[in-house]
Protein backbone atom coordinates (compact mmCIF):
# COMPACT_ATOMS: atom_id res chain seq x y z
CA UNK A 1 0.00 0.00 0.00
CA UNK A 2 0.92 3.40 -0.43
CA UNK A 3 3.06 4.59 2.64
CA UNK A 4 2.79 8.62 1.65
CA UNK A 5 1.48 10.80 4.96
CA UNK A 6 -1.98 11.49 5.47
CA UNK A 7 -2.21 12.67 8.84
CA UNK A 8 1.04 12.35 11.15
CA UNK A 9 -0.27 13.07 14.36
CA UNK A 10 -3.49 14.27 16.15
CA UNK A 11 -2.37 17.77 16.39
CA UNK A 12 -4.83 20.45 17.40
CA UNK A 13 -7.10 17.78 19.22
CA UNK A 14 -4.50 16.74 21.60
CA UNK A 15 -3.20 20.15 22.02
CA UNK A 16 -6.90 20.46 22.91
CA UNK A 17 -6.89 16.89 25.12
CA UNK A 18 -4.20 18.35 26.84
CA UNK A 19 -6.10 20.89 29.08
CA UNK A 20 -4.97 24.36 29.03
CA UNK A 21 -5.43 26.83 31.74
CA UNK A 22 -7.20 29.71 29.61
CA UNK A 23 -8.19 27.79 26.49
CA UNK A 24 -7.58 24.70 24.70
CA UNK A 25 -7.78 26.43 21.50
CA UNK A 26 -5.42 29.17 19.87
CA UNK A 27 -6.38 32.33 19.45
CA UNK A 28 -7.11 34.69 16.89
CA UNK A 29 -3.83 35.27 15.14
CA UNK A 30 -1.70 32.91 16.49
CA UNK A 31 0.34 30.68 14.85
CA UNK A 32 1.31 26.84 15.54
CA UNK A 33 3.79 24.74 14.02
CA UNK A 34 4.79 21.51 14.32
CA UNK A 35 7.02 18.75 12.68
CA UNK A 36 6.20 15.23 12.39
CA UNK A 37 8.29 12.24 11.41
CA UNK A 38 6.54 8.43 10.61
CA UNK A 39 8.40 5.53 10.24
CA UNK A 40 6.97 2.23 8.95
CA UNK A 41 8.50 -1.23 8.01
CA UNK A 42 6.31 -2.91 5.41
CA UNK A 43 7.40 -6.84 4.15
CA UNK A 44 4.32 -8.76 5.56
CA UNK A 45 2.20 -9.89 2.27
CA UNK A 46 -1.75 -10.50 2.55
CA UNK A 47 -3.90 -11.69 0.33
CA UNK A 48 -7.66 -10.99 1.51
CA UNK A 49 -7.23 -11.33 5.36
CA UNK A 50 -5.07 -14.51 4.91
CA UNK A 51 -1.38 -13.23 6.17
CA UNK A 52 0.70 -15.17 3.46
CA UNK A 53 4.32 -17.32 4.61
CA UNK A 54 7.31 -15.07 5.29
CA UNK A 55 9.93 -14.76 3.87
CA UNK A 56 7.61 -15.60 0.88
CA UNK A 57 8.59 -16.89 -2.80
CA UNK A 58 10.68 -14.52 -5.13
CA UNK A 59 6.96 -13.74 -6.83
CA UNK A 60 5.97 -11.60 -4.00
CA UNK A 61 8.89 -10.82 -1.63
CA UNK A 62 9.32 -7.04 -0.70
CA UNK A 63 10.40 -5.05 1.96
CA UNK A 64 9.81 -1.32 2.20
CA UNK A 65 11.10 1.05 4.70
CA UNK A 66 9.75 4.55 4.77
CA UNK A 67 10.80 7.91 6.75
CA UNK A 68 8.03 10.54 6.36
CA UNK A 69 8.52 13.93 7.86
CA UNK A 70 6.03 16.53 7.28
CA UNK A 71 6.34 20.21 8.21
CA UNK A 72 3.21 22.35 8.94
CA UNK A 73 2.06 25.97 10.52
CA UNK A 74 -1.18 26.90 11.21
CA UNK A 75 -2.56 30.65 11.32
CA UNK A 76 -5.28 31.18 13.38
CA UNK A 77 -7.65 34.43 11.43
CA UNK A 78 -10.26 34.10 13.83
CA UNK A 79 -11.52 32.28 17.20
CA UNK A 80 -13.36 29.76 14.62
CA UNK A 81 -11.24 29.47 11.32
CA UNK A 82 -7.80 28.34 10.72
CA UNK A 83 -5.33 27.57 7.61
CA UNK A 84 -2.71 25.21 7.76
CA UNK A 85 0.05 24.74 5.11
CA UNK A 86 1.84 20.98 5.44
CA UNK A 87 5.01 20.46 3.44
CA UNK A 88 5.84 16.51 3.83
CA UNK A 89 9.07 15.12 2.77
CA UNK A 90 9.71 10.96 2.51
CA UNK A 91 12.95 9.06 2.07
CA UNK A 92 12.19 5.27 1.21
CA UNK A 93 13.74 1.78 0.24
CA UNK A 94 12.73 -1.16 -1.53
CA UNK A 95 14.26 -4.36 -1.49
CA UNK A 96 13.06 -7.52 -3.81
CA UNK A 97 13.55 -10.14 -5.88
CA UNK A 98 10.66 -10.19 -8.72
CA UNK A 99 11.86 -6.58 -9.70
CA UNK A 100 14.71 -7.90 -10.80
CA UNK A 101 16.06 -11.03 -11.89
CA UNK A 102 14.21 -13.36 -9.06
CA UNK A 103 17.97 -14.45 -8.52
CA UNK A 104 19.12 -11.74 -5.75
CA UNK A 105 18.07 -9.22 -3.63
CA UNK A 106 18.57 -5.71 -4.62
CA UNK A 107 17.39 -2.33 -3.39
CA UNK A 108 16.21 0.78 -5.11
CA UNK A 109 15.27 4.03 -3.42
CA UNK A 110 13.59 7.68 -3.63
CA UNK A 111 13.62 10.90 -1.34
CA UNK A 112 12.53 14.38 -2.28
CA UNK A 113 9.75 16.56 -1.17
CA UNK A 114 6.15 15.61 -1.09
CA UNK A 115 2.77 16.73 -2.13
CA UNK A 116 1.78 20.11 -0.37
CA UNK A 117 -1.48 20.36 1.60
CA UNK A 118 -3.35 23.56 2.27
CA UNK A 119 -6.23 23.04 4.44
CA UNK A 120 -8.95 25.06 6.06
CA UNK A 121 -10.40 24.17 9.25
CA UNK A 122 -13.80 25.92 11.28
CA UNK A 123 -15.04 24.64 14.83
CA UNK A 124 -18.47 24.71 14.27
CA UNK A 125 -19.59 25.54 18.16
CA UNK A 126 -19.17 29.04 19.92
CA UNK A 127 -14.84 28.11 21.29
CA UNK A 128 -15.88 30.70 23.56
CA UNK A 129 -18.50 28.67 25.03
CA UNK A 130 -17.37 25.42 24.35
CA UNK A 131 -13.94 24.70 26.50
CA UNK A 132 -15.14 20.75 26.81
CA UNK A 133 -15.73 19.87 23.51
CA UNK A 134 -15.89 21.30 19.96
CA UNK A 135 -15.80 19.20 16.52
CA UNK A 136 -13.47 21.06 13.37
CA UNK A 137 -14.68 20.63 9.39
CA UNK A 138 -11.68 20.79 7.41
CA UNK A 139 -11.45 21.42 3.78
CA UNK A 140 -8.54 21.90 1.52
CA UNK A 141 -6.29 20.64 -1.85
CA UNK A 142 -3.48 18.76 -2.03
CA UNK A 143 -0.65 19.78 -4.90
CA UNK A 144 1.42 17.65 -7.02
CA UNK A 145 4.63 19.30 -6.04
CA UNK A 146 6.10 15.54 -5.13
CA UNK A 147 8.25 13.66 -7.84
CA UNK A 148 5.90 10.91 -8.80
CA UNK A 149 8.25 9.28 -11.65
CA UNK A 150 12.01 8.83 -9.85
CA UNK A 151 13.97 6.34 -11.31
CA UNK A 152 16.77 3.77 -9.94
CA UNK A 153 18.14 1.25 -11.68
CA UNK A 154 16.60 -2.26 -11.45
CA UNK A 155 18.79 -5.70 -12.64
CA UNK A 156 15.73 -7.02 -14.82
CA UNK A 157 16.51 -10.54 -16.55
CA UNK A 158 17.35 -8.39 -20.20
CA UNK A 159 20.31 -6.28 -18.24
CA UNK A 160 20.73 -2.95 -15.78
CA UNK A 161 17.55 -0.89 -16.97
CA UNK A 162 16.51 2.33 -15.53
CA UNK A 163 12.83 2.10 -14.00
CA UNK A 164 10.35 4.28 -11.91
CA UNK A 165 10.76 2.99 -8.22
CA UNK A 166 7.50 1.64 -6.59
CA UNK A 167 4.63 3.60 -5.94
CA UNK A 168 5.12 2.89 -1.99
CA UNK A 169 8.61 5.27 -2.14
CA UNK A 170 7.57 7.66 -4.81
CA UNK A 171 7.32 10.88 -2.79
CA UNK A 172 4.20 12.12 -4.93
CA UNK A 173 1.45 10.62 -6.82
CA UNK A 174 0.93 13.35 -9.26
CA UNK A 175 -2.55 14.29 -9.40
CA UNK A 176 -4.12 17.30 -7.57
CA UNK A 177 -6.14 16.26 -4.74
CA UNK A 178 -9.16 17.39 -2.27
CA UNK A 179 -8.64 17.00 1.54
CA UNK A 180 -12.00 16.72 4.15
CA UNK A 181 -10.74 15.98 7.36
CA UNK A 182 -12.87 16.27 10.19
CA UNK A 183 -11.59 15.88 14.31
CA UNK A 184 -13.52 16.22 17.71
CA UNK A 185 -12.76 16.12 21.09
CA UNK A 186 -14.77 16.15 24.18
CA UNK A 187 -14.43 15.80 28.06
CA UNK A 188 -16.17 12.50 29.42
CA UNK A 189 -14.78 12.79 32.85
CA UNK A 190 -12.40 14.96 35.27
CA UNK A 191 -8.88 15.11 33.02
CA UNK A 192 -10.37 12.52 30.15
CA UNK A 193 -11.27 13.59 26.94
CA UNK A 194 -12.59 11.36 23.36
CA UNK A 195 -10.78 12.44 20.42
CA UNK A 196 -11.59 11.82 17.09
CA UNK A 197 -9.99 12.47 13.95
CA UNK A 198 -10.91 11.41 10.00
CA UNK A 199 -9.29 12.57 6.91
CA UNK A 200 -9.83 11.50 3.40
CA UNK A 201 -7.94 12.50 0.10
CA UNK A 202 -10.10 12.34 -2.83
CA UNK A 203 -7.66 12.34 -5.67
CA UNK A 204 -9.87 12.65 -9.10
CA UNK A 205 -7.07 12.01 -11.95
CA UNK A 206 -7.07 8.23 -13.05
CA UNK A 207 -3.54 7.37 -13.84
CA UNK A 208 -0.31 9.51 -13.52
CA UNK A 209 1.63 7.98 -16.92
CA UNK A 210 4.22 6.82 -14.76
CA UNK A 211 4.85 2.87 -15.55
CA UNK A 212 5.45 0.25 -12.74
CA UNK A 213 8.98 -1.04 -11.99
CA UNK A 214 7.90 -4.73 -13.65
CA UNK A 215 5.40 -2.50 -16.24
CA UNK A 216 8.04 -3.21 -19.45
CA UNK A 217 7.73 -6.99 -18.62
CA UNK A 218 4.81 -9.22 -20.51
CA UNK A 219 5.03 -12.14 -17.97
CA UNK A 220 3.86 -9.40 -15.55
CA UNK A 221 1.17 -7.08 -17.02
CA UNK A 222 -0.34 -9.93 -19.27
CA UNK A 223 -0.83 -6.90 -21.64
CA UNK A 224 -3.71 -4.90 -19.39
CA UNK A 225 -3.02 -1.14 -19.06
CA UNK A 226 -3.84 -1.21 -15.40
CA UNK A 227 -0.93 -3.51 -14.73
CA UNK A 228 1.64 -1.54 -16.26
CA UNK A 229 0.43 2.30 -15.25
CA UNK A 230 0.06 3.73 -11.71
CA UNK A 231 -3.48 4.85 -10.34
CA UNK A 232 -3.61 7.92 -8.49
CA UNK A 233 -6.26 6.39 -5.76
CA UNK A 234 -7.90 8.07 -2.94
CA UNK A 235 -6.40 7.13 0.78
CA UNK A 236 -8.48 7.35 4.20
CA UNK A 237 -7.55 7.54 7.89
CA UNK A 238 -9.74 7.67 10.94
CA UNK A 239 -8.99 7.08 14.74
CA UNK A 240 -10.34 7.57 17.68
CA UNK A 241 -10.18 6.90 21.24
CA UNK A 242 -9.27 8.52 25.08
CA UNK A 243 -6.57 10.62 26.15
CA UNK A 244 -5.96 10.79 30.33
CA UNK A 245 -4.10 13.74 31.74
CA UNK A 246 -2.60 12.42 34.09
CA UNK A 247 0.16 15.18 35.49
CA UNK A 248 -1.92 18.25 34.81
CA UNK A 249 1.22 20.75 35.77
CA UNK A 250 3.05 19.18 33.33
CA UNK A 251 0.47 18.71 30.74
CA UNK A 252 1.72 15.15 30.61
CA UNK A 253 -1.48 12.67 29.28
CA UNK A 254 -1.55 8.96 27.78
CA UNK A 255 -3.71 8.25 24.70
CA UNK A 256 -5.30 4.95 24.10
CA UNK A 257 -7.41 4.80 20.51
CA UNK A 258 -7.62 2.70 17.50
CA UNK A 259 -6.48 4.02 14.03
CA UNK A 260 -8.18 2.59 10.27
CA UNK A 261 -5.54 3.81 7.41
CA UNK A 262 -6.39 2.03 3.68
CA UNK A 263 -6.79 2.45 -0.15
CA UNK A 264 -10.48 1.95 -1.76
CA UNK A 265 -10.62 -0.07 -4.62
CA UNK A 266 -12.70 2.39 -6.11
CA UNK A 267 -12.37 6.51 -6.13
CA UNK A 268 -15.08 8.88 -5.06
CA UNK A 269 -14.39 10.95 -8.14
CA UNK A 270 -12.45 10.04 -11.47
CA UNK A 271 -11.73 6.70 -13.13
CA UNK A 272 -10.40 3.73 -11.66
CA UNK A 273 -7.81 2.12 -14.19
CA UNK A 274 -4.24 1.71 -13.16
CA UNK A 275 -2.29 -0.36 -10.80
CA UNK A 276 -3.44 0.42 -6.89
CA UNK A 277 -2.72 -1.66 -4.13
CA UNK A 278 -6.22 -1.67 -2.36
CA UNK A 279 -6.83 -2.15 1.36
CA UNK A 280 -6.82 -1.32 4.70
CA UNK A 281 -5.55 -1.82 8.22
CA UNK A 282 -6.55 -1.81 12.04
CA UNK A 283 -4.23 -0.14 14.48
CA UNK A 284 -4.48 -0.42 18.25
CA UNK A 285 -2.75 3.21 19.16
CA UNK A 286 -1.78 4.13 22.27
CA UNK A 287 0.78 7.22 22.60
CA UNK A 288 1.93 9.83 25.63
CA UNK A 289 2.50 14.03 25.36
CA UNK A 290 3.11 17.16 26.79
CA UNK A 291 1.64 20.32 26.21
CA UNK A 292 2.90 22.86 28.46
CA UNK A 293 2.95 26.69 27.77
CA UNK A 294 3.98 27.25 24.24
CA UNK A 295 5.36 23.33 23.53
CA UNK A 296 3.37 19.85 22.64
CA UNK A 297 5.44 17.26 22.27
CA UNK A 298 3.54 13.57 21.49
CA UNK A 299 4.68 9.50 20.61
CA UNK A 300 2.40 7.33 19.23
CA UNK A 301 2.98 3.70 18.16
CA UNK A 302 0.45 1.65 16.52
CA UNK A 303 0.47 -1.72 16.10
CA UNK A 304 -1.58 -3.72 13.62
CA UNK A 305 -4.09 -6.27 14.20
CA UNK A 306 -6.30 -6.77 11.50
CA UNK A 307 -5.28 -6.20 7.73
CA UNK A 308 -7.03 -7.09 4.62
CA UNK A 309 -5.72 -6.52 0.59
CA UNK A 310 -8.53 -6.08 -1.63
CA UNK A 311 -8.39 -6.91 -5.27
CA UNK A 312 -7.83 -4.00 -7.59
CA UNK A 313 -10.16 -3.79 -10.73
CA UNK A 314 -7.56 -5.37 -13.19
CA UNK A 315 -6.90 -7.76 -10.41
CA UNK A 316 -11.20 -8.68 -10.45
CA UNK A 317 -10.94 -8.52 -14.58
CA UNK A 318 -8.04 -10.85 -14.88
CA UNK A 319 -9.68 -13.53 -12.13
CA UNK A 320 -12.72 -13.31 -14.28
CA UNK A 321 -11.10 -13.57 -17.76
CA UNK A 322 -8.70 -16.55 -16.57
CA UNK A 323 -10.91 -18.52 -13.77
CA UNK A 324 -8.30 -18.23 -10.94
CA UNK A 325 -8.04 -15.77 -7.64
CA UNK A 326 -5.44 -13.66 -9.14
CA UNK A 327 -3.89 -10.63 -7.64
CA UNK A 328 -5.35 -9.10 -4.33
CA UNK A 329 -1.64 -8.48 -3.06
CA UNK A 330 -0.80 -5.84 -0.68
CA UNK A 331 2.18 -5.56 2.20
CA UNK A 332 1.73 -4.05 5.35
CA UNK A 333 3.33 -2.59 8.49
CA UNK A 334 2.86 -4.90 11.90
CA UNK A 335 3.52 -1.28 13.55
CA UNK A 336 4.00 2.49 13.43
CA UNK A 337 5.87 5.00 15.24
CA UNK A 338 4.67 8.78 15.04
CA UNK A 339 5.85 11.54 16.91
CA UNK A 340 5.39 15.34 16.69
CA UNK A 341 6.88 18.40 18.59
CA UNK A 342 5.10 21.85 18.10
CA UNK A 343 5.29 25.76 18.78
CA UNK A 344 2.59 27.98 19.00
CA UNK A 345 3.77 31.96 19.22
Not at 115 to 128: A, P, S
Not at 281 to 294: D, R
Amino acid sequence: MPARLLAPGLGSISNCCAIDAQSPYLQPHEIATSLSYRWLHSFREFHGDNDLPYPTDPSLYANTHVHGFDLSATYQATTRLSFTLEIPFQDGDRTSYYEHDFVHRFTTRASGIGDLRFVGNVWLLDCEKFHNGNISIGLGVKIPTGKDDATDIFHQPGGLVRRPVDPAIQPGDGGWGIVTQLSAFQKIYTNMFAYAQGVYLINPLETNGVAQPTGNEHFFTLGEFGYKYNSVPDQYLARAGVAYVVWPKMGLSVSLGSRLEGVPVEDFLGGNRGWRNAGYAFYIEPGIAISKGQFYFSVTGPVAFHRHADKNLTDIKVSDRLGVDFGGNAAFADYLITTSIGWRF
